[in-house]
């Protein structure tokens, strides 16, 4: 089985999944756990939950990793663990992972947004630090501004909170923009705008349609140790109720 977590990164990923990967709403703590227990062989971390609830442990990580699935994570919560854990064999996958593995993006934050629930669709309702980067790297690459007036931009969008985030707002907090010309700019920035969440949670689809449905044997130097505080979290996470079928 193959299991890919996965919410406003890519709202519509039933179109581009495919009929044999199931698909689950963005992971929290155990989430892992539970795929691997309902026989996951190959698992995609894209989103996963991190303000109001308790976000996947690295732990279940490994233990999924030790059982030889293979664990892959993009574009969100899944670049971040995947930067973590790569040491002990999880596959990153995309720009974003590959910007926390090199120290270029540093901050958690950075692919943190505000988006509809879930029943709504997950569709984005702000924009990310690492789509803002992505947007002007593109632009200065067209030679749209220089180096100054980028910086200003990227500036005035991390001086911004994430959950109030959008185009709009970063133009109008730029003081390097005159009034006259800010609905040029924003009209050029969306005209623009590059979706890296959503490059890299395709990415990570096509990586695990690619894959073998079947655990892969690898030699490890390390081991997984159970631990007292994993066995009591085993034993809080088995107790909670199912959140999926």
């Known amino acids: 089985m193959k299991v890919v977590f996965i919410g406003p990164s890519l709202p519509d990923a ?4 495919g009929t044999d990967i199931a698909l689950r709403p963005p992971a929290v703590q155990g ?13 995609g971390l894209v989103d996963g939950g991190f303000e109001n609830t308790a976000p996947v442990w690295h732990k279940e ?29 999880m596959i990153g ?9 090199s120290g270029a993006v540093v901050d958690d934050a950075d692919v943190a947004l505000l988006h509809e629930p ?27 501004f220089d180096k100054a007036f980028r910086l200003a931009l990227e500036q005035a969008a991390l001086n911004i909170f994430f959950k109030k985030r959008t185009w709009a707002l970063i133009v109008r907090a730029c003081a ?3 009034a006259s010309r800010k609905q040029y700019w924003l009209d050029m920035l969306r ?12 990415a990570l689809l096509e990586a695990v349609r690619d894959r073998d449905d079947q655990r892969v044997s690898t030699n490890r ?19 909670r109720a199912p959140l999926h079928p």
């Not at 989430?31 to 698992?43: H, P, R, S, T």
């Not at 996958?93 to 593995?101: A, C, S």
């Open 14 to 17: 039933a179109k581009h999944a």
């Open 31 to 43: 989430d892992v756990l539970k795929a691997v227990e309902d026989g996951a062989n190959i698992i």
């Open 61 to 89: 990580i490994l233990f999924a990793l030790s059982l030889n699935v293979t664990v892959l994570g993009a574009a969100s919560m899944g670049a971040l663990r995947a930067a973590e854990c790569r040491a002990f064999g």
């Open 93 to 101: 996958v995309g720009r974003i992972y590959n910007d926390y593995v």
């Open 118 to 144: 879930i029943e709504l669709g997950s569709r984005a309702l702000t924009v990310p630090m690492v789509n803002v980067r992505s947007t002007l790297d593109e632009m200065e690459r067209l030679r749209l």
């Open 176 to 178: 390097a923009i005159s």
């Open 191 to 202: 005209m623009h705008a590059i979706d890296q969440k959503r490059i890299d949670a395709l």
């Open 221 to 239: 130097d390390w081991e997984f140790r159970r631990t007292t505080l994993w066995s009591e979290q085993l034993t809080r996470l088995k107790a």
